[in-house]
């Protein structure tokens, strides 16, 4: 026997318009979610601040994060033409990246007002999105600069792990 609970009990999926859809490439997707997730909120004084700022258009998708102090955007090159902005929970945003799905197995991306659901070939992730205004950061990065630096970015990210592990020790 298998005890459980009477399918009745448990609410009842959001209805998605399967017109509206966005697909990406799941390892790009996470690989975007990765680089910016760090950077949200753990204060719920902002509850925007707490979630990843997803953004598609031109092409593109862009992530950002930011808890007032510090702000992480990446943007990856993608194949869709809709122009659409929300923001998700970062523990939603966790779970996605827990998935264990093939980098290149595409994500259906389906939303509505309230909510979003993440389909890859073989599981759903449905999160509800936090409503509110995000704060404009596009001008707080700098489109110039007085000085242009060209790193392999493998070499700086192993001398920032190494000069963190000194970092900790003379704390």
Known sequence: ????????????????????????????LTQAIKQTVFAVSKSEDKPILTGVKLEFGNNKLGCTATDSHRLAHQEIH??????????????????????????SA??????????????????????RLIEGIYPNTHSLIPTESKATVTLETQLLIDGIDR?????????
Do not use: Q
């Not at 993608?78 to 929300?86: C, H, L, P, T, Y």
């Not at 000069?163 to 704390?171: G, I, L, M, R």
């Open 78 to 103: 993608i194949d869709s033409e809709v122009k659409e902005s929300f923001v998700i929970p970062s523990s939603s945003l966790s779970e996605l990246m827990n998935l264990k799905e093939g980098d």
């Open 1 to 28: 026997k298998l005890k459980g609970f009477n399918s009745n009990e448990y609410p009842k999926l959001p209805e998605m318009d399967h017109n509206k859809v966005l697909k990406v490439p799941f390892g790009k």
């Open 163 to 171: 000069a963190c592990v000194f970092s900790t020790e003379w704390k």
């Open 106 to 127: 595409i994500v259906d991306i389906y939303y509505t007002n309230n909510f979003i659901a993440f389909v890859t070939p073989n599981r759903s992730l449905y999160s």
